[in-house]
Each structure stands twice: as structure tokens, then as C-alpha cells.
Nanobody, 125 residues
Framework: QVQLVESGGDSVQAGGSLRVSCTAS????????MGWFRQAPGKEREGVAV???????VYADSMKGRFIISRDNNTNTLSLQMNGLQPDDTAKYYC???????????????????WGQGTQVTVFS
């Protein structure tokens, strides 16, 4: 079992930046994929950025060049630096992890079994 706790959500003006983080505890060593997802009201949950145990990353097209996913293995923390935020980025942001061995990590939320409670990011114009 893995427990995930997100933090860092806030309200920010359009064009601003925000960093959200997710700290994991439990059986963190047997994790191959980890990532960030988001869900806006009335919309399906979507992948934002994911990272393989090897360090390889995948970003959703609309986040490339604006968002950066990173990890700190010493603190078991996964972070998402978000720049150039727009009102369309308003959503609840979730981190997730999955222990299944894979050579690459999917952006689909269906590929992950451990989820945090989410942290709200609101971007106002």
C-alpha cells in the first residue's frame, strides 16, 4: 500500500506560477510509474505529466513547455511546477502511483491504482 498526500494548491492570477507537491509513504520502493492528473468540474480526469522510475517523463500536449514534473527520492516527493497558468488550468490536481512493471508510463488515469485526495488549483483572470 502507498499513501499519497498532495499540497500546494492555491488561487493564482492568470499568467502566474504555482508548485504542487505530493509526498508518498508506505511501500514506495516498488513503484514504477508516478504522475500528476487533474479534473475540472464536469470533465473527466486527465493526465498532466507522468514519470517512470527511470526518470523518463511524458507530458500532455497542452502542458509541454509550461509544466515541469520532478521528484525528490530522499523525501519521496513528486512535484509539479506550473508556469503560465490560465483559467483553463483550473482543476483539482491529483498525484498517483502504480507498482506495475512497465517500460513506459501511461497518461491515462486508468493505469494507476494509488491516488491522493487532490489539491485545488484555481486560476482567475
Amino acid at each position: 500500500q502507498v499513501q499519497l498526500v498532495e499540497s500546494g494548491g492555491d488561487s493564482v492570477q492568470a499568467g502566474g506560477s504555482l508548485r504542487v507537491s505530493c509526498t508518498a509513504s508506505g511501500d514506495v520502493d516498488n513503484i514504477y510509474c508516478m504522475g500528476w492528473f487533474r479534473q475540472a468540474p464536469g470533465k473527466e480526469r486527465e493526465g498532466v505529466a507522468v514519470m517512470h522510475k527511470s526518470g523518463a517523463t511524458v507530458y500532455a500536449d497542452s502542458m509541454k513547455g509550461r509544466f515541469i514534473i520532478s521528484r525528490d527520492n530522499n523525501t519521496n516527493t513528486l512535484s509539479l511546477q506550473m508556469n503560465g497558468l490560465q483559467p483553463d488550468d483550473t482543476a483539482k490536481y491529483y498525484c498517483a502511483r502504480d507498482p506495475a512493471w512497465r517500460s513506459y508510463c501511461p497518461l491515462s488515469p486508468q493505469g494507476y491504482i494509488y491516488w491522493g485526495q487532490g489539491t485545488q488549483v484555481t486560476v482567475f483572470s
